[in-house]
């Protein structure tokens, strides 16, 4: 996938309301920073920090809170120059294997909507699936990432414990 534009937006637009992979969707911007990643377009779960942007932890309860600086892991993707297109739904508190969510809805799965798409990091693995972005960053204490991938049919990684800050991660 080339940068992030209208077009591309328009269509996340539309494929969320079937799928209800991301939380918050973010306008195209004019990318930041060149850099070795600088041709790909990302996703974050909604409990991993991204500055200036709503980060609601997949509750109600959190509806209203903005991050004030980026999550480590966002910053450095950032800095080789990934553009964040959104939040991407995830189980209430990361605390679940569907990403059904009652506040935001319930994550479908990218090859059969009908069926769960794992969870927590449900919206991301779904959003890859679908060619939404390019990447997608989610968290995985208890196979929350690679579930989801698996389900959805994509590559899911987990690094090894301390090798990736948690800093401004849920």
């Keep these: 996938?080339?940068?992030?534009?209208?077009?591309?937006h328009r269509r996340r637009?539309?494929?969320n309301r079937a799928f209800r992979c991301f939380i918050t969707l973010l306008t195209p911007a004019p990318a930041s920073r060149r850099g070795p990643l600088s041709e790909f377009t990302m996703a974050v779960k909604d409990c991993i920090d991204v500055r200036g942007v709503?980060?609601?932890?997949?509750?109600?309860?959190?509806a209203e809170r903005i991050a004030c600086e980026?999550?480590?892991?966002?910053?450095l993707l950032r800095r080789a120059g990934t553009q964040i297109?959104?939040?991407?739904?995830?189980?209430?508190?990361?605390?679940?294997?569907?990403t059904q969510n009652p506040h935001f809805g319930f994550c479908r799965n990218a090859w059969d909507p009908g069926r769960v798409c794992g969870g927590s990091s449900g919206g991301s693995a779904v959003a890859v699936a679908l060619g939404l972005c390019d990447l997608g960053v989610g968290t995985d204490t208890g196979a929350s990432v690679r579930l989801p991938a698996a389900f959805n049919g994509v590559f899911g990684l987990r690094p090894t414990h301390g090798a990736v800050s948690a800093g401004g991660v849920m």
């Design 1 to 8: 996938m080339t940068r992030d534009s209208e077009s591309e």
């Design 13 to 15: 637009l539309e494929f």
């Design 54 to 62: 709503r980060g609601t932890w997949g509750s109600s309860l959190m």
């Design 70 to 75: 980026d999550a480590t892991v966002v910053a």
């Design 85 to 98: 297109v959104g939040t991407t739904n995830l189980h209430e508190f990361a605390f679940g294997g569907t």
